[in-house]
């Protein structure tokens, strides 16, 4: 099933599977959103939905879109984006929708606005590799050769120094390692593209819009016991009892003493 939501980078961190391994993560504040239109195939030709995410003064929103909130009969919203969905009988204009409509091991694609790096050369920004730094040459980090005494121009495509960064970039197949309902946010593996407090798209993965086999988290629970007026913190552990195969006692046969 086609799902999706808009979010906002919080940051990065990591947490650990019961096998000891680290697993990088990203949380990302996956709405709330509220569903803003309805779009079905009858009147518009395919099934979509509206969500807009995050709050703006009234005062900043333009007459047109003034308009669009107002007969939707929501608060008007920073970010307005459409989502394809599969179905929409159980969807209504005035809905939120929030990051428990994920689950933990869902493949989804991220896409946001990367980091801006401004005028940057061909080392950083194509990766080219630079020339002798010694004092006798000439080439050190220079675009070099543009092509070919024929034409007489350059050609379409040539890699040369440029903007670099602050363009749309989407991450594909990326794995929920947990939701976190509470909180309102999503752990993903791995980094996505733009900054802290970024606005990213999270959507139902286009390739591979399985799940794959999630293992559980290590879980630690702190209690607090007071003993004859003084705090004691104590750190407790969940641990998975794991079958102890029984010893089976082996009868080794005598050796025979050697006349």
């Known amino acids: 099933m086609k799902k999706g939501l808009i979010g ?3 940051g990065m961190t ?3 599977n019961e096998e000891g391994k ?3 993560v990203t949380v990302i504040e996956a709405g709330p959103c509220v569903v803003s239109q309805v779009k079905t195939e009858e009147t ?3 099934n979509s939905i509206q969500l807009g995410f995050g709050a703006i003064k009234e005062s900043k929103v333009n007459k047109p879109e003034r308009g669009h909130f107002t007969k939707a009969n929501i608060a008007p919203a920073r970010y307005l984006r459409e989502f394809r969905v599969d179905s929409i009988e159980d969807v209504k204009v005035g809905d939120e929708l929030k990051a428990d ?3 933990a091991g869902d493949k989804i694609d991220i896409q946001g606005t990367s980091k801006g790096k401004g005028f940057q050369g061909t080392i950083k920004r194509h990766n ?4 002798p730094m010694g004092h006798g040459s000439h080439y050190h980090r220079a675009v070099g050769s543009r092509g070919p005494m024929r034409p007489m121009r350059v050609l379409k495509g040539k890699k040369l ?3 670099m960064g602050n363009e749309t970039v989407t991450i594909q197949n990326l794995e929920i390692i947990a939701v976190d309902v509470e909180n309102n946010c999503l752990l993903i593996s791995g980094n996505i593209p ?3 407090k970024g606005y990213v798209i999270v959507r139902t993965a286009i390739k591979n819009g399985g799940k794959v086999e999630t293992k559980e988290l290590v879980s630690y629970v702190v209690e607090e016991v007071i003993e004859n007026n003084e705090v004691v913190t104590e750190e407790l552990t969940e641990t998975v009892d794991t079958p102890v195969a029984e010893e089976t006692a082996t009868e080794t046969p005598e050796k025979e003493d050697a006349e």
């Open 8 to 10: 906002k980078k919080i």
């Open 14 to 16: 990591q947490i650990f």
């Open 22 to 24: 680290v697993i990088p």
């Open 44 to 46: 518009d030709g395919y």
């Open 101 to 103: 409509i994920f689950m």
């Open 128 to 131: 080219f590799s630079r020339g």
């Open 161 to 163: 120094p440029g903007h």
């Open 194 to 196: 733009g900054p802290k």
